[in-house]
T-cell receptor
């Protein structure tokens, strides 16, 4: 299993540009989520999904959209990038059987917005 | 989720056991203790979790006191690759949707 994969690893955007961060998992996990990590702030939940076709907002959803058309993929879209969205973004997944709190994280996408 | 307190940093000699403490004096009966770690520039990694009994897996052991107000994560033979920030998280399985990582303990394994 590849686990949780994220692309790209690094991205630089200009203010106002849009882009999609990709996340995929091959473990057939029901639960997927997106976090952002800023220095000294810990991880904060952006959006999450409990299954295909179901998404919900986390702690800091503004400026981001998600969709979950398949079990495997959970892309995160930045609608109009702002410097405040400069951060490291982590995608995570977990299974019903193992428990939602045993989460497997991807390697992260380092985003800089100029 | 119950609040946790961890020392900000610890050192451990390579090959020795690393014992990382966590205080969670307000833990409720249905809350589990989870440990994650984050090696520099990587995503967090799940280590172990427990409710009441001590737990052991291929990565570590978790010792929870009888009153459940504190716990210790033990890495039996620390290696340089165990240098990371270790997070103790206490939460119920029906808790909020996000894991609250806090600031954790920065463990440095010294050669």
């Amino acid at each position: 299993n590849a686990g949780v994969t994220q692309t790209p690893k690094f991205q630089v955007l200009k203010t106002g540009q849009s882009m999609t961060l990709q996340c995929a998992q091959d473990m057939n996990h029901e639960y997927m989520s997106w976090y952002r990590q800023d220095p000294g702030m810990g991880l904060r939940l952006i959006h999450y999904s409990v299954g295909a076709g179901i998404t919900d907002q986390g702690e800091v959803p503004n400026g981001y959209n998600v969709s979950r058309s398949t079990t495997e993929d959970f892309p995160l879209r930045l609608l109009s990038a702002a410097p405040s969205q400069t951060s490291v973004y982590f995608c995570a997944s977990s299974s019903q059987s193992e428990g939602r709190d045993t989460q497997y994280f991807g390697p992260g996408t380092r985003l800089t917005v100029l | 989720d119950a609040k946790t307190t961890q020392p900000p940093s610890m050192d451990c000699a390579e090959g020795r056991a690393a014992n990382l403490p966590c205080n969670h004096s307000t833990i409720s009966g249905n809350e589990y203790v989870y440990w994650y770690r984050q090696i520099h520039s990587q995503g967090p990694q799940y280590i172990i979790h427990g409710l009441k009994n001590n737990e052991t897996n291929e990565m570590a052991s978790l010792i929870i006191t009888e009153d459940r107000k504190s716990s210790t994560l033990i890495l039996p033979h620390a290696t340089l690759r165990d240098t990371a920030v270790y997070y103790c998280i206490v939460r119920a399985k029906t808790g909020a949707n996000n894991l609250f990582f806090g600031t954790g303990t920065r463990l440095t394994v010294i050669p």
